[in-house]
């Protein structure tokens, strides 16, 4: 990625941004994917697509913190952690009751598996 005067195509920090971004706007898309198909091997295509791209990136993530090429953000309070995931709940629950509403009362009528949340991860990025 030389150009003709020798010079680096750009620095590598801003290189490294760049694919961060494009990372984090990737696991957009295969996230909407996931949301707007219809087929469950689709589904799960786009759903392991953005899981390894959310892995690809957390590794940029990683790997550019250690250079001092990020700036880590400041450490969250547990307690507003605790909220988020509460409000989250409250919203996945109300939701799941709508759909039931809807559906005649099968948790599974609209064929979606209701999911568990794992609120024991040790750290958060």
Request: aromatic residues 8%.
């Amino acid at each position: 990625m030389n150009a003709q005067n020798g010079s680096a195509f750009m620095p590598d920090e801003d290189l490294l941004y760049t694919i961060l971004a494009d990372c984090k706007r990737t696991v957009r898309e295969y996230a909407t994917a996931a949301t707007e198909s219809n087929c469950p091997a689709v589904r799960t295509a786009f759903n392991n697509l953005t899981m390894e791209t959310l892995r690809l990136q957390g590794d940029l993530y990683t790997s550019m913190s250690q250079m001092n090429m990020y700036e880590t953000p400041g450490k969250a309070l547990r307690q507003d952690i605790d909220k988020q995931l509460q409000t989250a709940k409250q919203t996945q629950q109300t939701s799941q009751q709508f759909v039931q509403q809807k559906t005649g009362g099968a948790p599974h009528a609209a064929g979606i598996p209701q999911q568990q949340t794992n609120s024991q991860n040790s750290y958060y990025m």
